[in-house]
T-cell receptor
Framework: AQSVTQPDIHITVSEGASLELRCNYS??????LFWYVQSPGQGLQLLLK??????LVQGIKGFEAEFKRSQSSFNLRKPSVHWSDAAEYFC??????????FGAGTILRVKS | SAVISQKPSRDICQRGTSLTIQCQVD?????MFWYRQQPGQSLTLIAT?????????ESGFVIDKFPISRPNLTFSTLTVSNMSPEDSSIYLC???????????FGPGTRLTVL
């Protein structure tokens, strides 16, 4: 069965520092991978996705993610974090039938 | 991406009652999904709702507890029946964009059951 692991429940970074959020997936075929962000009291907003092709994908708000098949990973990165990036981040894998399986989420705190 | 709205945005209900949540999208979509996000948890798929067919429920979710309607290509409802405090969650609908193979989410309905 498909699964997604986000090993970090909470991460705190200083404003202006770089960020990497980890995501590992389990899926038998070539995965469809997604990162979503959820701000407090909000729904989920798509940051970026990977289906095929270039393994480094660019998203909105300056985020990027790199697909590494050998490591079954799809880590999210941002070179310089802004206070407005504080939110919860979810990695998801397409599980067939257009379903999504989500990781547990990582809560990002940004300190000034 | 589609614009999705949900009503109500939040509600506080008494145990034993039922609440119907509406999801409206601004374009026609074939596939809609309903998710539950329990406090401090990730999202769990409740069911897939395709227009013109019965909803398909995931393991652990049953139609008697979570009946779903999908009367047309822009609208769906999820009812949470005979509620208990364990049903306190955020309920989110999403739609699949066929052109991008991507799900887009509504703002969610925050339900508290007393």
């Amino acid at each position: 069965a498909q699964s997604v692991t986000q090993p970090d429940i909470h991460i705190t970074v200083s404003e202006g520092a770089s960020l990497e959020l980890r995501c590992n997936y389990s899926y038998g075929a070539t995965p469809y991978l997604f990162w979503y962000v959820q701000s407090p009291g909000q729904g989920l907003q798509l940051l970026l996705k990977y289906f095929s092709g270039d393994t480094l994908v660019q998203g909105i708000k300056g985020f990027e993610a790199e697909f590494k098949r050998s490591q079954s990973s799809f880590n999210l990165r941002k070179p310089s974090v802004h206070w407005s990036d504080a939110a919860e981040y979810f990695c998801a894998v397409g599980a067939g039938g257009n379903k999504l399986v989500f990781g547990a989420g990582t809560i990002l705190r940004v300190k000034s | 991406s589609a614009v999705i709205s949900q009503k109500p945005s939040r509600d506080i209900c008494q145990r034993g009652t039922s609440l119907t949540i509406q999801c409206q999208v601004d374009s026609q979509v074939t596939m809609m999904f309903w998710y539950r996000q329990q406090p401090g948890q990730s999202l769990t798929l409740i069911a897939t709702a395709n227009q013109g067919s019965e909803a398909t429920y995931e393991s652990g979710f049953v139609i008697d507890k979570f009946p779903i309607s999908r009367p047309n290509l822009t609208f769906s409802t999820l009812t949470v029946s005979n509620m208990s405090p364990e049903d306190s969650s955020i309920y989110l609908c999403s739609v699949l964009s066929k052109s991008t193979d991507t799900q887009y989410f509504g703002p969610g309905t925050r339900l508290t059951v007393l």
